[in-house]
Nanobody, 122 residues
Framework: QEQLVESGGGLVQAGGSLRLSCAAP????????MGWFRQAPGKERELVAA???????HYKDSAKGRFTISRDNAKNTVYLQMNSLKPEDTAVYYC????????????????WGQGTQVTVSS
């Protein structure tokens, strides 16, 4: 199976920003819904944001107004701009691709990245 490649995670203070990137080499990228998931220690994996090939987007309520998902189909890359970060945003963030108009559940996603750690300190 092809996998996605995430980058951009790190350690930031509360209120800071990070931009995550996800490359999808080998995929017919523009026919996939792309999603960003996260999983914190002791918690279930959850969808943070998703973007369809049409450009329509979805955000978890707690991310609205702070996070922005975007995609560059020419570069086979999806981004997650994360502003005003909070300690509760701390998690491993995963990029995923689904050949579906749906954005959930996680089982519809065909390809996954290895995850990138985001840690927000207070």
């Amino acid at each position: 199976q092809e996998q996605l490649v995430e980058s951009g995670g790190g350690l930031v203070q509360a209120g800071g920003s990070l931009r995550l990137s996800c490359a999808a080499p080998g995929l017919t990228f523009n026919v996939y819904t792309m999603g960003w998931f996260r999983q914190a220690p002791g918690k279930e994996r959850e969808l943070v944001a998703a973007i369809r090939w049409t450009g329509t987007t979805h955000y978890k309520d707690s991310a609205k107004g702070r996070f922005t998902i975007s995609r560059d189909n020419a570069k086979n890359t999806v981004y997650l701009q994360m502003n005003s970060l909070k300690p509760e945003d701390t998690a491993v963030y995963y990029c995923a691709a689904a050949r579906s108009i749906q954005i959930a559940p996680a089982t519809i996603y065909n390809y996954w990245g290895q995850g990138t750690q985001v840690t927000v300190s207070s």
